[in-house]
Structures are given as structure tokens and as C-alpha cells.
């Protein structure tokens, strides 16, 4: 079963696809489909033996769609996706461009008919009310024969695709919104046509001074304007993913037979030596083989501050060398890259669908055949009762009005636009946070979660020994004391001495030769320094060298889960300092702000409860959980799920999968290259557990969105339906002119992508 992802021309309305959906459904070899109007793309799996994405989009070409199938991927060496990210989607943008400045030229045309056609009536209706004088026979005349030509214009030329829309259902009955306008308009246009046309014949059968050229003129020019102020919307909706691709670097400066030459980061190989120069950006990931510098790792680990990297250091594509020249071996190319994986995600997320749009969905796809039959039924009802009370001629008039009105007011497209557009800017806003979501269902189900457990390791703290505290027993200065240990440690391989090591290369403390070095199994180390020879190592070492030294300072230490490294000579103890996994700057902060969103905090590590307890303390988490293996992890999420907890886990990803799995919404601390994209439904950059606050509340945020578009979709229908059937007109004499019908339509779906634009602007 092969999947793929293909872009969709033709996409007008939220009716579109479904229709695209249950078409290719259809199809024999398709296993599934799903198409997001929010996208404009369709996620198709078939077998490849029965069919082709040639295939699949003829089918939907008489429907007046088609997919977009590149046919130059393979011959560049490159999978469609890839060449999809590359050129594609910059394409699509230009087409989209392109789209809206067509659309711009019509809409342009079509506004000062519109408003000619408003004022013409307008003035019909004012002298009624004694506000106007009436229009003299010479101008009335002359706008009845002018109408008709400017709503040929307006029908023909801007309205061609709902005149395709209602050509489609009559040949294929295939519904969607352009169906609607088309019957709508299409039909108020063919009545006032036969109206004029045949005046001196009809007028014993009906009132021939009712003609709806304004209906089809000002209607289609209200659609036009929002279809047009949609389109540019939905432009700015997808911008993340526009940025994202603006990081790569176009070119890269390979060393190929002993030459430096330019290539497209296209035809960069595994393997192949790239020189970096000052302000460039990395084309690829790989590895330093020569020279050093400092790189701008933001777009990474959300850290502004340039990062200093070496031979042997990793680099990624997308970041910006600072400084130095260097040279770099190609260790990932094209969609293996950290930067295309984090672009492919961001797209995959923002095409996926939240449950909460299953019932968009499930009524964009009935509403049309419903709406027609809800039209024709009002149109049937204003004949057949109408015609009793009115008379035939006043009802044929009222029932026309009250059938496109209905139609019109009816389209779907705020609705089919309320889920995907709030997705795509909400998922948007997280890639520039360093927040990656991979899905829409993730997003949603965060907004609930109630209880986030959070891995201690790598999580909570910084997941690395570190320097904490210096105890000086002796006449030496703290840097002297720390020059001798790091002098020794320099010699060891354990992270312990790694860590004082660090501490004294940070800090510019020297560091001298040492002589006589060995190494004491289990216990420490002993070597010479400047003809003093020194110790190092644990408690056990000094009670073996009979030192006296008091333990209880050591103790208070220890049960806080530091680690003490000891410095002795013969005769006495020196000193000692402590080593301990530090906890991040950010994670009281964090645990604070997850408390304010009301949100419990237990913490599960494999570490020594009392070390653990100190540390939970330290931080202000509610529950710790100690000694716990990665299986332990998984029943702890199991047990608090049974007491009806939505459960989020926050940990690295790799030894935590299980549990990561388990939880309703799992969250990989992604620090620096080795970015866990796979493995979670978050991916938090660079490992910061403040983005877990960030990431809850913008999944409150989008989901308030969703909820407030839905409700804006369908307020107009609820509303708008009973009022253009004429339901309230036995009551209170309301008829909704099919005009204001086609305004209230446009500015749905217009207020709806504004609503989702909104959530760029709010503050996480």
C-alpha cells in the first residue's frame, strides 16, 4: 500500500471535498482518503498495481478538480515529497498568487455593477416610503434594458464557475457550493430573462415588474468579494511553512576532486566535504572535520546565543555559521535532514484532520443535497400555499426570492474552513516556538490534559553532571582547590571528572601536569602535583587512607542526590565538591505556570527517592515517584488514567517510548540534533519544559478558536435558512433578499479565517 500526499486544484468549498473523497473512495485499489479544503491537498493510499495518481485525478477531472503530480521528480533522483518541498509548494504559492490577482480582476470589474445594480435598486424601493422621488420612464427604461446586459457580463464572465458547479450536477450529480450559487443565480437570471423577453405574453400569468438582475449581479459580486478576501487569507495561514522552507540554503560549496564548486543542495551526496564560510547558512546535516566556529542553532534549540562547535560536533541544516570558516562531512541529505523532517511534520500536521472536524465533516457532506431539497420544498410551499393568500403571480415571486436566498445563504464554506484554518496557524505558531505538533488530533486533546508526569533526567534537570557546590577544609583558595582535582580528573574518563573538568575550563582555571597518575578501582584516583601527592575520589577511599573527616556535612550533601568528590593528601582532607545533575532554569517557572492552568506535575525517576523528593522540593511538583524503571513509567500512566486523568508524559523520548505511547498526549524533549520527531505527538526544541506550558495553552487557545469559527458557521445557517424560506413572513413580513443572503455567505467564511488569523497574534 503505497501513501502520498498531493496538492488539489479547483477546491472552492468544504463540499468540494467530500465530494473529492467519495470519488476516489470509489476508485478501485483505494485503500483510503482524506482531503482537507483547509490545505487544498488530499492524503490518498492505494496499491500502485491497480492504480496511479494519473488515474485518480481523471477521475475527478469531469468534477473540475485535478491533482497535482510532479513529473520531473524522478528524473532529478528525488522522491515526490522532496521535490514537493523544494519546488513544489514554492509553485503552488505563485500559482495561489496568480489565482488571487485573477480574481482581483474580476472582483474589480464586477464591484461598480454591483454598485450601479444596488443603487438602481434602491431607488426602486425608497419612493415607496415617500424618501426618494420616483424615477422618470426615461432612466427606468433605460436600466431595465441595461440590467440584463450587465448581469450577462456578471453571470458568464465572474460566475463561470457556478455556472460549471450547476453544469456538473446536472451531468453528474455531483453537489457542492458552487451547485448552490449556480441553480441559485442561474435560475433568478433565466426568470428575469423570460420576463423581459417575453413581457406582453406572461403579464396575465404574473407580475412581470419583479426581474432579479440585481439578485445575480449583486450576489455574485458578494461571493467574489469573499471568496477573494478568503483566498487572500488563506494565503497568510500557511506562511510557517513558507519560513520554514525560506531557511534552506539553495546552494552548498562542495570539495569535489581536490575543486571547491558551487552545486544546488539537490545534488549534495552522503559523504561529500562542504566548506561553510562566515554569515552562510549549513545546506545539510553533518559533522566538523576541519576548522571551528560558533552557529546560530535558534531555528534548533530556541537558544539565541551562538553555539561554539569543533571537529567532531554535529551541525544542522538551516542553522547560520557566525564566525569562522570550516569544513563539514554530509551526514544527512535531502529529506533525512533535521530541517525537512521538522518541514515534513509541519506539514503533515497542518493536512491532518482534529476529531472535532468529523462533524464538519459528516454535515458538509449531506448539507447540499439537504439545502437543494430544502429549496425546492420552500419554492413548492410559497406555489402550492402561497397562491391561496397571495395570489399566483405575488407567490411565484416570494418563493422565487425565498429559493435563492436559500441557496445562496446555505454554502458550507465557513464551515469546511472553521477546523483546518485554525489548525494551520495554530500548528504554524508552534514550529516558530520550537513547539512541533504532529498531528491535529494531538492539539486538540492537549487543551484537556489535567496531568502532566515529566521524566527527572534530561527533563526537569539538565541531564548531565555538573559542578555544584565547593566545601574548602583548607588554607586554599576555591580556584586552587579546584585546579588540583581538575589537574587529576583530567585524566579519568568518568562523566564525574568530565564535569570538574568543565567547570575549571569555564571558569579559566588553570590546569598543571601531573605525574605518578593511577587509578584506584572503585574508590578514586592518586597522582602528583608539584611533588605533593593528592587523592581523589569517594568516602571509601578516605576511610582506606585512615584520614579522620567528618561525614555529617557529606551526608546532608549525598541525600540530596549530589555526589561528592573528595581531595585529600596523607595527612588530611582539603576539601570537596559536589557534582549533581543541576536542575534547568526554566523548570520552576514552568511548574508554577502549569499549576496556574490548573494542571498536577508528577515527577518519575529511577533515581533515589530521598534525591528525588529533594529535587521534586526544590521545584514545587506535586507528586515524585521514585525508583522506577521505563516499564514502572508505563503502569504509573495506566493507574492514573483508571482515575480518569488525561494524562500528558514529558520525557526523551527513547527510553520513555513506552510510556510516551501510553499517555493521550506524549511529549519528546528534543535537545539539539537528536530530535525525537517520531516518537511523540510533541516534539518540544532544544528540551525547554517551558515550551510545555506554551504548547498547552496554544492548544487552548486554537481549540476556543475552532469552537468560536463553528459557531460563527453555523449561526448563519441556522439563522439565515428559516429566514430566506420565509419562515417569520406569516409573522412579522421578513423575506431575506437574496443580496443580503449572498453578503451574509461571503462574510462567514471571511470572518471565520480572520478569527483564525487571530490566533497569530496571541501571546503564549
Known amino acids: 500500500m503505497h501513501t502520498q500526499t498531493y496538492n488539489v ?40 498495481s491497480k492504480t496511479s495518481p494519473h488515474d485518480l485525478s481523471k477521475h475527478i477531472e469531469p468534477l473540475g478538480y485535478s491533482l497535482e503530480v510532479p513529473e520531473t521528480a524522478n528524473e532529478m533522483g528525488m522522491s515526490e515529497n522532496e521535490h514537493a518541498a523544494h519546488l513544489g509548494l514554492n509553485q ?42 420616483m424615477m422618470t420612464p426615461a432612466v427606468s427604461n433605460f436600466m431595465h434594458h441595461l440590467l440584463p446586459v450587465l448581469a450577462t457580463y456578471i453571470l458568464f464572465v465572474v460566475g463561470r464557475p457556478y455556472i460549471l ?27 428575469s430573462f423570460a420576463v423581459t423577453a417575453f413581457e406582453d405574453v406572461l403579464s396575465p400569468f404574473i407580475n412581470v415588474e419583479y426581474q432579479y438582475y440585481d439578485v445575480t449581479i449583486v450576489v455574485i459580486t458578494f461571493i467574489a468579494l469573499g471568496k477573494y478576501l478568503e483566498a487572500r487569507s488563506k494565503i497568510k495561514t500557511g ?11 539553495k546552494t552548498a560549496l562542495v570539495v569535489r576532486d581536490g575543486k571547491e564548486i558551487e552545486i544546488s543542495v539537490n545534488d549534495v551526496k552522503h559523504g561529500d566535504l562542504i566548506i561553510v564560510k562566515p554569515g552562510a547558512k549549513i545546506p545539510v546535516d553533518g559533522v566538523i572535520t576541519e576548522g571551528a566556529s560558533f552557529i546560530d542553532e535558534s531555528m534548533v534549540t530556541g537558544e539565541p546565543m551562538p553555539i561554539q562547535k569543533k571537529i567532531g560536533d554535529s551541525v544542522v541544516s538551516g542553522t547560520i555559521n557566525t564566525s569562522g570558516s570550516f569544513t563539514f562531512k554530509a551526514t544527512k541529505v535531502g529529506k533525512e535532514t533535521l530541517l525537512a523532517q521538522i518541514i515534513q511534520m509541519v506539514e503533515d500536521a497542518q493536512g491532518s484532520k482534529a476529531p472535532i472536524q468529523a462533524l464538519a465533516d459528516k454535515i458538509s457532506a449531506i448539507f447540499v443535497p439537504i439545502v437543494l431539497m430544502i429549496a425546492f420544498l420552500s419554492l413548492s410551499t410559497w406555489l402550492i400555499v402561497g397562491s391561496q393568500y397571495l395570489g399566483f403571480s405575488q407567490a411565484l415571486s416570494f418563493g422565487l426570492v425565498s429559493f435563492v436566498g436559500i441557496l445562496v445563504i446555505a454554502c458550507p464554506c465557513a464551515l469546511g474552513l472553521a477546523t483546518p484554518t485554525a ?228 520525557g526523551d523520548g527513547v527510553n520513555d517510548a513506552p510510556a510516551l505511547a501510553q499517555a493521550d498526549v506524549g511529549i519528546a524533549m528534543g535537545t539539539g540534533t537528536d530530535v525525537a520527531i517520531e516518537s511523540a505527538g510533541i516534539t518540544l526544541l532544544g528540551g525547554d519544559i517551558s515550551k510545555l506550558v506554551k504548547a498547552i495553552k496554544l492548544s487552548k487557545i486554537t481549540m476556543r478558536g475552532i469552537k468560536q469559527n463553528l459557531f460563527w458557521a453555523f449561526i ?46 496571541k501571546k503564549l
Not at 107 to 133: N, T
Not at 636 to 646: D, F, H, T, V
Not at 721 to 745: D, E, H, Q, S
Request: aromatic share 6%.
Open 165 to 191: 458547479g450547476f453544469y456538473r450536477f446536472l451531468r453528474y450529480g455531483k453537489a457542492n457550493m458552487d451547485t448552490l450559487i449556480g441553480i441559485g443565480t442561474v435560475t433568478a437570471f433565466i426568470y
Open 423 to 650: 489548525i494551520i496557524v495554530g500548528v504554524g505558531k508552534g514550529a516558530k516556538e520550537g513547539i512541533l505538533i504532529k498531528d491535529a488530533a494531538t492539539l486538540e486533546k492537549l487543551h484537556k490534559v489535567d496531568t502532566v508526569v515529566v521524566d527527572k533526567t534530561g527533563t526537569i534537570t539538565k541531564g548531565k553532571p555538573t559542578l555544584v557546590d565547593i566545601q574548602n577544609l583548607a588554607n586554599l583558595k576555591n580556584d586552587e582547590l579546584v585546579s588540583i582535582l581538575a589537574s587529576l580528573e583530567k585524566k579519568s574518563e568518568h562523566p564525574i571528572a568530565h564535569a570538574i573538568v568543565n567547570y575549571a575550563q569555564e571558569k579559566n582555571i588553570s590546569i598543571s601536569d601531573v605525574s605518578n597518575f593511577e587509578g584506584i578501582q572503585g574508590k578514586g584516583l592518586v597522582g602528583e602535583i608539584g611533588g605533593t601527592k593528592y587523592f581523589v575520589g569517594n568516602a571509601k577511599l578516605v576511610s582506606d587512607l585512615n584520614i579522620p573527616f567528618d561525614t555529617d556535612k557529606l551526608n546532608e550533601f549525598t541525600s540530596q542526590g549530589k555526589t561528592p568528590v573528595i581531595l585529600a593528601t596523607v595527612e588530611k582532607v582539603l576539601g570537596f565538591v559536589m557534582v549533581a545533575d543541576e536542575i534547568k532554569s526554566e523548570s520552576v517557572e514552568a511548574i508554577k505556570n502549569l499549576h496556574a492552568l490548573g494542571i498536577k506535575v508528577v515527577m518519575l525517576t529511577g533515581d533515589d527517592e530521598k534525591a528525588a523528593k529533594y529535587i521534586g522540593s526544590l521545584v514545587g511538583i506535586d507528586d515524585v515517584v521514585a525508583h522506577v524503571l521505563p516499564q514502572d513509567k508505563l503502569e504509573k500512566i495506566k493507574g492514573l488514567q483508571s482515575q480518569g486523568r488525561i494524562v500528558a508524559m514529558a
Open 92 to 133: 503552488s504559492k505563485k500559482e495561489k498568487l496568480a489565482e488571487v490577482a485573477d480574481m482581483r480582476i474580476k472582483l474589480f470589474s464586477a464591484i461598480p455593477i454591483a454598485i450601479v445594480s444596488i443603487i438602481f435598486m434602491v431607488w426602486e424601493i425608497l419612493p415607496k416610503f415617500d424618501i426618494l422621488p
Open 239 to 249: 506562511d510557517a511553512i513558507e519560513k520554514l522552507l525560506n531557511l534552506q540554503a
Open 716 to 761: 448563519y445557517n441556522i439563522v439565515g435558512i428559516p429566514l430566506a424560506a420565509g419562515a417569520l413572513y406569516p409573522v412579522f413580513g421578513w423575506l431575506l433578499n437574496p443580496v443580503f443572503a449572498g453578503f451574509a455567505m461571503a462574510m462567514s467564511s471571511v470572518s471565520v479565517v480572520s478569527n483564525s488569523l487571530r490566533i497569530k497574534s
Open 9 to 48: 486544484k479547483g477546491m472552492h468549498c468544504a463540499s468540494c471535498s467530500s465530494v473529492i473523497e467519495k470519488t476516489f473512495k470509489k476508485v478501485e485499489g483505494v485503500h483510503s482518503a482524506e482531503v482537507n479544503y483547509g490545505t487544498e491537498r488530499a492524503k490518498v493510499s492505494f496499491d500502485p
